[in-house]
Protein backbone atom coordinates (compact mmCIF):
# COMPACT_ATOMS: atom_id res chain seq x y z
CA UNK A 1 0.00 0.00 0.00
CA UNK A 2 1.08 3.65 -0.58
CA UNK A 3 2.16 5.86 2.22
CA UNK A 4 3.09 9.73 2.70
CA UNK A 5 4.99 11.21 5.20
CA UNK A 6 5.81 14.89 6.01
CA UNK A 7 8.55 16.28 8.66
CA UNK A 8 8.44 17.81 10.50
CA UNK A 9 5.09 17.88 12.26
CA UNK A 10 5.79 21.11 13.73
CA UNK A 11 8.45 23.54 13.16
CA UNK A 12 8.71 27.17 14.78
CA UNK A 13 11.54 29.63 12.95
CA UNK A 14 12.40 32.99 13.40
CA UNK A 15 11.88 35.69 10.32
CA UNK A 16 14.82 35.46 8.00
CA UNK A 17 15.37 31.84 8.45
CA UNK A 18 15.51 29.63 6.04
CA UNK A 19 13.09 26.62 5.53
CA UNK A 20 13.35 23.16 4.21
CA UNK A 21 10.00 20.52 4.64
CA UNK A 22 10.37 16.70 3.59
CA UNK A 23 8.15 14.72 1.75
CA UNK A 24 8.47 11.40 0.60
CA UNK A 25 5.67 8.77 -0.94
CA UNK A 26 6.48 5.06 -0.59
CA UNK A 27 4.27 2.15 -2.95
CA UNK A 28 4.04 4.10 -5.81
CA UNK A 29 6.32 5.16 -8.71
CA UNK A 30 6.24 8.14 -10.93
CA UNK A 31 3.91 9.81 -8.45
CA UNK A 32 2.49 13.48 -9.06
CA UNK A 33 3.37 15.65 -6.40
CA UNK A 34 2.21 18.66 -4.62
CA UNK A 35 2.51 21.43 -1.88
CA UNK A 36 -0.55 23.14 -0.64
CA UNK A 37 -0.50 25.62 2.60
CA UNK A 38 -3.55 26.14 4.64
CA UNK A 39 -3.73 28.81 6.59
CA UNK A 40 -5.31 29.46 9.60
CA UNK A 41 -9.57 29.38 8.83
CA UNK A 42 -8.85 29.44 5.55
CA UNK A 43 -8.75 26.90 2.45
CA UNK A 44 -6.09 25.32 0.43
CA UNK A 45 -3.82 26.96 -1.66
CA UNK A 46 -1.76 24.93 -4.60
CA UNK A 47 2.26 25.94 -4.17
CA UNK A 48 3.43 23.82 -6.60
CA UNK A 49 3.59 20.67 -8.25
CA UNK A 50 5.64 18.15 -9.96
CA UNK A 51 4.97 15.74 -12.43
CA UNK A 52 8.58 14.36 -12.65
CA UNK A 53 11.84 14.12 -11.18
CA UNK A 54 13.50 18.07 -11.66
CA UNK A 55 9.75 19.57 -13.11
CA UNK A 56 8.17 21.54 -10.93
CA UNK A 57 5.39 24.03 -11.72
CA UNK A 58 4.72 26.90 -9.64
CA UNK A 59 1.01 28.32 -9.15
CA UNK A 60 1.69 31.45 -6.97
CA UNK A 61 4.61 34.24 -6.84
CA UNK A 62 6.37 33.55 -3.52
CA UNK A 63 9.55 33.22 -1.85
CA UNK A 64 9.14 29.68 -1.36
CA UNK A 65 10.65 27.45 -3.82
CA UNK A 66 10.23 23.32 -4.39
CA UNK A 67 12.95 20.71 -5.41
CA UNK A 68 12.06 16.94 -6.61
CA UNK A 69 16.02 15.31 -6.34
CA UNK A 70 14.43 12.53 -6.16
CA UNK A 71 11.13 10.66 -7.60
CA UNK A 72 9.26 10.06 -4.43
CA UNK A 73 10.75 12.84 -2.87
CA UNK A 74 9.52 16.79 -2.65
CA UNK A 75 11.27 19.66 -1.01
CA UNK A 76 9.70 22.79 -0.09
CA UNK A 77 12.31 25.61 0.49
CA UNK A 78 12.50 28.93 1.44
CA UNK A 79 15.63 31.14 2.08
CA UNK A 80 14.39 33.75 4.22
CA UNK A 81 11.03 32.92 5.96
CA UNK A 82 7.96 35.97 6.52
CA UNK A 83 5.97 36.36 9.15
CA UNK A 84 3.17 35.45 6.29
CA UNK A 85 4.53 31.92 5.69
CA UNK A 86 2.99 30.91 8.69
CA UNK A 87 0.46 27.84 8.20
CA UNK A 88 -0.20 24.56 7.66
CA UNK A 89 1.93 22.92 4.77
CA UNK A 90 0.57 19.54 3.02
CA UNK A 91 2.11 17.24 0.70
CA UNK A 92 -0.19 15.55 -1.55
CA UNK A 93 0.11 12.57 -4.06
CA UNK A 94 -1.69 11.30 -7.16
CA UNK A 95 -1.12 8.60 -9.61
CA UNK A 96 0.86 9.99 -12.47
CA UNK A 97 -0.22 7.72 -15.36
CA UNK A 98 -3.57 10.08 -16.37
CA UNK A 99 -7.02 8.85 -16.53
CA UNK A 100 -9.53 8.93 -13.58
CA UNK A 101 -7.35 7.29 -11.10
CA UNK A 102 -5.18 10.11 -11.31
CA UNK A 103 -7.40 12.58 -10.50
CA UNK A 104 -7.68 11.33 -6.66
CA UNK A 105 -4.85 13.22 -4.40
CA UNK A 106 -4.03 11.61 -1.20
CA UNK A 107 -2.38 14.11 1.46
CA UNK A 108 0.42 13.52 3.73
CA UNK A 109 -0.40 14.29 7.80
CA UNK A 110 1.20 18.07 7.38
CA UNK A 111 3.47 20.14 9.44
CA UNK A 112 2.47 23.46 10.91
CA UNK A 113 5.04 26.33 10.56
CA UNK A 114 5.30 29.35 12.63
CA UNK A 115 6.85 31.69 11.56
CA UNK A 116 8.16 34.53 14.72
CA UNK B 1 -12.52 31.39 -13.51
CA UNK B 2 -12.13 28.56 -11.14
CA UNK B 3 -13.86 28.81 -8.08
CA UNK B 4 -15.14 26.37 -4.81
CA UNK B 5 -17.26 28.19 -2.22
CA UNK B 6 -18.82 27.03 0.73
CA UNK B 7 -20.86 27.94 3.92
CA UNK B 8 -17.74 28.29 6.91
CA UNK B 9 -19.64 26.85 9.70
CA UNK B 10 -22.19 24.16 10.42
CA UNK B 11 -23.74 22.88 13.59
CA UNK B 12 -26.18 19.54 13.99
CA UNK B 13 -27.45 18.05 16.87
CA UNK B 14 -26.16 14.29 17.17
CA UNK B 15 -28.30 11.81 15.06
CA UNK B 16 -29.05 14.15 12.77
CA UNK B 17 -28.42 14.73 9.18
CA UNK B 18 -25.90 17.33 7.78
CA UNK B 19 -26.18 18.49 4.83
CA UNK B 20 -22.78 20.72 3.73
CA UNK B 21 -23.45 22.62 0.68
CA UNK B 22 -20.98 23.82 -2.04
CA UNK B 23 -21.03 25.65 -5.39
CA UNK B 24 -18.42 25.88 -7.74
CA UNK B 25 -18.10 28.37 -11.12
CA UNK B 26 -16.66 26.06 -13.76
CA UNK B 27 -19.44 24.10 -15.37
CA UNK B 28 -17.63 21.96 -17.11
CA UNK B 29 -15.20 20.75 -14.58
CA UNK B 30 -15.05 16.50 -14.87
CA UNK B 31 -14.99 15.14 -11.57
CA UNK B 32 -16.00 17.15 -7.69
CA UNK B 33 -14.86 15.11 -4.67
CA UNK B 34 -15.19 15.72 -0.80
CA UNK B 35 -12.65 15.77 1.64
CA UNK B 36 -12.37 15.81 5.23
CA UNK B 37 -9.80 17.26 7.36
CA UNK B 38 -9.85 16.43 10.90
CA UNK B 39 -7.87 18.06 13.76
CA UNK B 40 -4.25 18.81 12.58
CA UNK B 41 -4.38 16.09 10.33
CA UNK B 42 -4.27 15.85 6.38
CA UNK B 43 -7.02 15.54 4.30
CA UNK B 44 -8.86 12.21 3.43
CA UNK B 45 -10.55 11.47 0.53
CA UNK B 46 -14.24 10.85 1.40
CA UNK B 47 -16.35 10.47 -1.76
CA UNK B 48 -16.07 11.89 -5.38
CA UNK B 49 -18.76 12.07 -8.21
CA UNK B 50 -18.26 12.49 -11.94
CA UNK B 51 -20.02 15.38 -13.98
CA UNK B 52 -22.34 12.77 -15.66
CA UNK B 53 -24.15 11.39 -12.16
CA UNK B 54 -25.93 12.96 -10.21
CA UNK B 55 -26.22 11.22 -7.38
CA UNK B 56 -23.77 8.86 -5.19
CA UNK B 57 -24.42 6.94 -2.45
CA UNK B 58 -21.88 5.21 0.10
CA UNK B 59 -22.92 4.12 3.67
CA UNK B 60 -23.51 7.14 5.38
CA UNK B 61 -22.72 9.49 2.43
CA UNK B 62 -24.99 10.58 0.00
CA UNK B 63 -23.57 12.97 -2.81
CA UNK B 64 -25.92 15.24 -4.87
CA UNK B 65 -24.71 16.69 -8.14
CA UNK B 66 -27.00 19.68 -10.03
CA UNK B 67 -24.75 20.89 -12.99
CA UNK B 68 -27.29 23.13 -13.94
CA UNK B 69 -27.10 25.41 -10.50
CA UNK B 70 -23.35 24.00 -10.12
CA UNK B 71 -24.57 22.88 -6.69
CA UNK B 72 -22.71 20.16 -4.98
CA UNK B 73 -23.79 18.60 -1.73
CA UNK B 74 -23.28 15.98 0.65
CA UNK B 75 -25.66 14.43 3.49
CA UNK B 76 -24.10 12.58 6.32
CA UNK B 77 -26.99 10.49 7.52
CA UNK B 78 -27.00 10.00 11.10
CA UNK B 79 -24.15 12.46 11.84
CA UNK B 80 -22.10 11.17 14.70
CA UNK B 81 -19.02 13.34 17.05
CA UNK B 82 -16.65 11.37 14.57
CA UNK B 83 -17.89 13.63 11.68
CA UNK B 84 -17.16 16.45 13.51
CA UNK B 85 -14.14 17.86 10.86
CA UNK B 86 -13.56 20.09 8.39
CA UNK B 87 -15.48 19.02 4.60
CA UNK B 88 -13.57 20.81 1.58
CA UNK B 89 -15.46 20.73 -1.65
CA UNK B 90 -12.84 20.34 -4.55
CA UNK B 91 -13.40 20.69 -8.65
CA UNK B 92 -11.22 19.10 -11.23
CA UNK B 93 -11.50 21.61 -14.38
CA UNK B 94 -11.42 20.48 -18.05
CA UNK B 95 -8.38 20.03 -20.05
CA UNK B 96 -5.44 17.37 -20.47
CA UNK B 97 -2.87 17.55 -17.51
CA UNK B 98 -1.21 14.85 -16.11
CA UNK B 99 -0.61 16.77 -12.84
CA UNK B 100 -4.32 16.25 -12.49
CA UNK B 101 -4.67 20.46 -10.63
CA UNK B 102 -7.93 20.33 -8.26
CA UNK B 103 -9.14 23.42 -6.88
CA UNK B 104 -10.77 23.26 -3.03
CA UNK B 105 -12.96 25.21 -1.52
CA UNK B 106 -12.42 26.60 1.92
CA UNK B 107 -13.62 24.12 3.94
CA UNK B 108 -17.35 23.84 5.71
CA UNK B 109 -16.54 23.24 9.33
CA UNK B 110 -19.13 20.88 11.10
CA UNK B 111 -19.80 20.57 14.30
CA UNK B 112 -21.79 18.03 16.09
CA UNK B 113 -24.13 19.07 19.47
CA UNK B 114 -25.16 16.30 22.01
Known amino acids: ?116 | GEDVEQSLFLSVREGDSSVINCTYTDSSSTYLYWYKQEPGAGLQLLTYIFSNMDMKQDQRLTVLLNKKDKHLSLRIADTQTGDSAIYFCAEKPPGYSSASKIIFGSGTRLSIRP
Do not use: M
Open chain 1, 1 to 116: SQTIHQWPATLVQPVGSPLSLECTVEGTSNPNLYWYRQAAGRGLQLLFYSVGIGQISSEVPQNLSASRPQDRQFILSSKKLLLSDSGFYLCAWSVGTGGPSSYEQYFGPGTRLTVT
